[in-house]
Nanobody, 116 residues
Framework: VQLQASGGGLVQPGGSLRLSCAASGSIGSIHVMSWYRQGPGKSRELVAVITNGGSITYADSVKGRFTISRDNAKKTVYLQMNSLKPEDTAVYYC???????????WGKGTLVTVSS
């Protein structure tokens, strides 16, 4: 099983980026798809979660600015990030809970840098 994240980069404050994370391999049924991030000198934190039923949860710090979505046919989760702030600078990781026992899989991370 592999999770391939992409879409990170350097953006100015107020800008936008769209992250993607595609799952491949014998992953089974995907239940929950999530994005986490880890900023410089900080611990990893949950950014957004979407279940296979469509329930969505966001961290307070990104509400109204970030949108999580998923394409089940493509086994892909997206994170649309708008109105980016310097404090959004972090490595963003996708996580998937899949299969009968809801095994957890992590992507390698993609770096987002918000700076002028």
């Amino acid at each position: 099983v592999q999770l391939q994240a992409s879409g990170g980069g350097l953006v100015q404050p107020g800008g936008s980026l769209r992250l993607s994370c595609a799952a491949s391999g014998s992953i089974g049924s995907i239940h929950v798809m999530s994005w986490y991030r880890q900023g410089p000198g900080k611990s990893r934190e949950l950014v957004a979660v979407i279940t296979n039923g469509g329930s969505i949860t966001y961290a307070d710090s990104v509400k109204g600015r970030f949108t999580i979505s998923r394409d089940n046919a493509k086994k892909t989760v997206y994170l649309q990030m708008n109105s980016l702030k310097p404090e959004d600078t972090a490595v963003y990781y996708c996580n998937v809970a899949a299969g009968v026992v809801r095994s957890s899989y992590w992507g390698k991370g993609t770096l987002v840098t918000v700076s002028s």
